[in-house]
T-cell receptor
């Protein structure tokens, strides 16, 4: 079946450095790719999303890139801050079902002050 | 403020007992979802509903049931048939035409077995 892989599972960076999280997906019909941030004890919050007609999208310190040929997409966080510490999930829409996405297993990001 | 409210925040279930998790949204969203989250894992879809009085099974529906009698409410019942119910349960909603629309999440209910 369809799946989304996500790497790394844990990531530690020094404050001010950049962090990159990579995801691959299996469904070639996927065309919507959201990223969520989940803080401890809270529900996930959307931080950025990208659709298949766009190769890159930026929002301040966050950017997402998409390579449809290779079926992978990445989250880039620049100038990391301690409040960026959280679990990040990527997701991909399922082509045959209009309202479903599949989530990756998550990346636990720690930003060290 | 608009949002999704899940209650209770913590819930304990005895053996053989059914328990119901509440999810209410005031975002006027048509679609609603229930996910299960286990430690170190992503979110797995239990049930989803695109409109009132209609819902579909997700990937792990066995041992769970839902209803969608009102647009703003989508309660989840964890039945005694669910043998491993300990998990963090998340409810979400999205606008009509949920495809390619971001989902908005509540802050979850943590269910444990007594």
């Amino acid at each position: 079946g369809e799946n989304v892989e996500q790497h790394p599972s844990t990531l530690s960076v020094q404050e001010g450095d950049s962090a990159v999280i990579k995801c691959t997906y299996s469904d070639s019909a996927s065309n919507y790719f959201p990223w969520y941030k989940q803080e401890l004890g809270k529900g996930p919050q959307l931080i950025i999303d990208i659709r298949s007609n766009v190769g890159e999208k930026k929002d301040q310190r966050i950017a997402v890139t998409l390579n449809k040929t290779a079926k992978h997409f990445s989250l880039h966080i620049t100038e990391t801050q301690p409040e960026d510490s959280a679990v990040y999930f990527c997701a991909a829409s399922i082509g045959t079902s209009y309202d479903k996405v599949i989530f990756g297993p998550g990346t636990s990001l720690s930003v060290i002050p | 403020d608009g949002g999704i409210t899940q209650s209770p925040k913590y819930l304990f279930r005895k053996e053989g007992q059914n328990v119901t998790l509440s999810c209410e949204q005031n975002l006027n969203h048509d679609a609603m979802y229930w996910y299960r989250q286990d430690p170190g894992q992503g979110l797995r879809l239990i049930y989803y509903s695109q409109i009132v009085n209609d819902f579909q099974k997700g990937d792990i529906a066995e041992g769970y049931s839902v209803s969608r009698e009102k647009k703003e409410s989508f309660p989840l019942t964890v039945t005694s048939a669910q043998k491993n119910p300990t998990a963090f349960y998340l409810c979400a909603s999205s606008p009509a035409g949920g495809w390619r629309q971001p989902q908005h999440f509540g802050d979850g209910t943590r269910l444990s077995i007594l």
